[in-house]
T-cell receptor, first 112, second 108 residues
Framework: GAGVSQSPRYKVAKRGQDVALRCDPI?????LFWYQQALGQGPEFLTY????????KSGLPSDRFFAERPEGSVSTLKIQRTQQEDSAVYLC??????????FGSGTRLTVV | AQRVTQPEKLLSVFKGAPVELKCNYS??????LFWYVQYSRQRLQLLLR??SRESIKGFTADLNKGETSFHLKKPFAQEEDSAMYYC??????????FGTGTRLKVLA
């Protein structure tokens, strides 16, 4: 595709519910990243994939967060048993080399 | 610790006035720095990176290693420059550390 596509754009989840956020990167981009952006803050790194390999998941805040990219293209960020503090915008970005990320529009998650 | 600091949450200037958005960083290695911009209802996008030494939309930023700064400047602000600006530091080969952002408002 022409850009990084994320879905859904908005998600409201009841506390305790599981959610899955999808990212479709730019075709051919090897690197894929997930960031979390809380209100009034800058994006914070969650995890990094190179093709299907998750090379860094040091930013995932808890074991309730899980990300996968099984075929090296589309990625899913899953959050189990959502909590209010998970409310944020989740940004996906892809990159073909280190010339800067291309971000998606993000998914705004609200946990009520 | 690796850190990016943007001290101003909001910066308001009049159209035609000079703009300087401040960014300071803390990094032990050789830094690579970026400015990202987010216009209203649009996605975060790269504005410029220090190694390119380019001017985009009239904006420039110079890396000052002595002052550990990477301030974004424009001599004459335009209303369409109103946006959220984030300074980012490449930590290692792929991870970025972002500042908290500065909202620029250019007043008519």
């Amino acid at each position: 595709g022409a850009g990084v596509s994320q879905s859904p754009r908005y998600k409201v989840a009841k506390r305790g519910q599981d959610v899955a956020l999808r990212c479709d990167p730019i075709s051919g981009h090897v690197s894929l990243f997930w960031y979390q952006q809380a209100l009034g803050q800058g994006p914070e790194f969650l995890t990094y994939f190179q093709n299907e390999a998750q090379l860094d998941k040091s930013g995932l805040p808890s074991d309730r967060f899980f990300a996968e990219r099984p075929e090296g293209s589309v990625s899913t960020l899953k959050i189990q048993r959502t909590q209010q503090e998970d409310s944020a915008v989740y940004l996906c970005a892809s990159s073909s080399r280190r010339d800067g990320y291309t971000f998606g529009s993000g998914t705004r998650l609200t946990v009520v | 610790a690796q850190r990016v600091t943007q001290p101003e949450k909001l910066l308001s200037v009049f159209k035609g006035a000079p703009v300087e958005l401040k960014c300071n960083y803390s990094y032990s290695g050789s830094p690579e720095l970026f400015w990202y911009v987010q216009y209203s209802r649009q996605r975060l996008q790269l504005l410029l990176r220090h190694i390119s030494r380019e001017s985009i939309k009239g904006f420039t930023a110079d890396l000052n290693k002595g002052e550990t700064s990477f301030h974004l400047k424009k001599p004459f602000a335009q209303e369409e420059d109103s946006a959220m600006y984030y300074c980012a530091l490449a930590s290692g080969t792929y991870k970025y550390i972002f500042g908290t952002g500065t909202r620029l408002k250019v007043l008519a």
